[in-house]
């Protein structure tokens, strides 16, 4: 696995099955450079939602499996800057599975081996949501933040992640900007 990949767990729940999906961070990732101060509106017409990014994000998608053996696809966009990584991801999931906001806290909790700063209940246009921050560190000892929202709209959960090496006035007013901008389209 290389060391640019992301990492991130949510947990489903479908009866007594857990789905795990993994989205592997690794904290080197932070290290790279942004360039400018203009950000772009990201429309995502697969995902259904738009955010505001500092640059266009790379897309890509990852099959996944479940603990009982389902076979899924997982979709994610991602920006890479000085010390910060913008990170969209989301998953679809079918009845009877539900989705649980404290199981995909304590995924994303126990896959960065970090600790649960804070959390609180949020929601968007209506749909029930979670926000969290973690404390972690990579494998080389670099301490990182992550501020993550989950949101179980439709059938489909998002996790829109600001994770960054310097917490913060300025990145608090980065991660206010993007998460704030952050809209779904509704299925018609």
């Known amino acids: 696995m290389s060391r640019r990949s992301q990492t991130m767990s949510i947990t489903i729940v479908a009866g007594r099955t857990l789905f795990a999906v993994l989205f592997v961070f690794i904290g080197s990732a932070l290290v790279s450079a942004q360039t400018h101060d203009e950000w772009i509106k990201y429309d995502s017409k697969e995902g259904r939602y738009s955010v505001l990014l500092p640059s266009e994000p790379t897309v890509d998608s990852q099959g996944a499996t479940s603990n009982s053996g389902n076979k899924f696809t997982q979709y994610k966009a991602t920006v890479t800057g000085a010390n910060v990584v913008y990170m969209i991801g989301y998953f679809d999931y079918s ?7 404290d199981k995909g806290r304590d995924g994303m909790v126990t896959a960065v081996k970090g600790t649960l700063l804070s959390e609180r209940a949020i929601s968007l246009g209506g749909a029930p949501g979670r926000e969290i921050h973690v404390g972690a560190k990579d494998e080389s000892g670099l ?3 992550i501020f993550a929202r989950f949101y179980d709209i439709d059938h489909r959960v998002y996790v829109v992640q600001f994770i960054t090496t310097k917490a913060g006035e300025a990145a608090d007013m980065k991660a206010n900007k993007y998460f704030d901008s952050f809209q779904v389209v509704k299925r018609q």
């Open 95 to 101: 009845p009877p599975t539900t989705f649980t906001l």
């Open 143 to 145: 301490e990182f933040v």
